[in-house]
């Protein structure tokens, strides 16, 4: 399984952007997927999460409506649309999938597949 992010880029406070997590092997519908971040000089932290098809999600607070996670499953893609950003939403934004679950999870130490990243930087 391969998992490659796009969409991220430079803009302003208060802008919206949409990210994407392409996934490579056919029958990854059946994973339960997850969006991190990592700011520099920090912890890579959990964003959002969605269940296998989609309709049981997870955010962390300081995203949480703000932020959208969704899945098409018949594009194996996940996205991220993120609206009202802040600088502090500044970081390498990572998709990860859950090969061993099909539900949705905040622990980082469950994701066993990672992508290389898509830099959001929001400008004050």
């Known amino acids: 399984v391969q998992l490659v992010e796009s969409g991220g880029e430079l803009v302003q406070a208060g802008a919206s952007l949409r990210l994407s997590c392409a996934i490579s092997k056919q029958t990854a519908t059946n994973y339960a997927m997850g969006w991190f971040r990592q700011a520099p000089g920090k912890e890579r932290e959990f964003v959002a999460a969605t269940n296998w098809i989609g309709d049981s999600t997870y955010y962390a607070d300081s995203v949480k409506g703000r932020f959208t996670i969704s899945r098409d499953n018949d594009k194996n893609t996940m996205y991220l649309q993120m609206n009202s950003l802040k600088p502090d939403d500044t970081a390498l934004y990572y998709c990860?999938?859950?090969?061993?679950?099909?539900?949705?999870?905040?622990?980082?130490?469950?994701?066993?597949?990672w992508g290389q990243g898509t830099q959001v930087t929001v400008s004050s």
């Open positions: 990860a999938l859950d090969s061993h679950s099909l539900m949705a999870t905040k622990i980082r130490a469950e994701y066993d597949t």
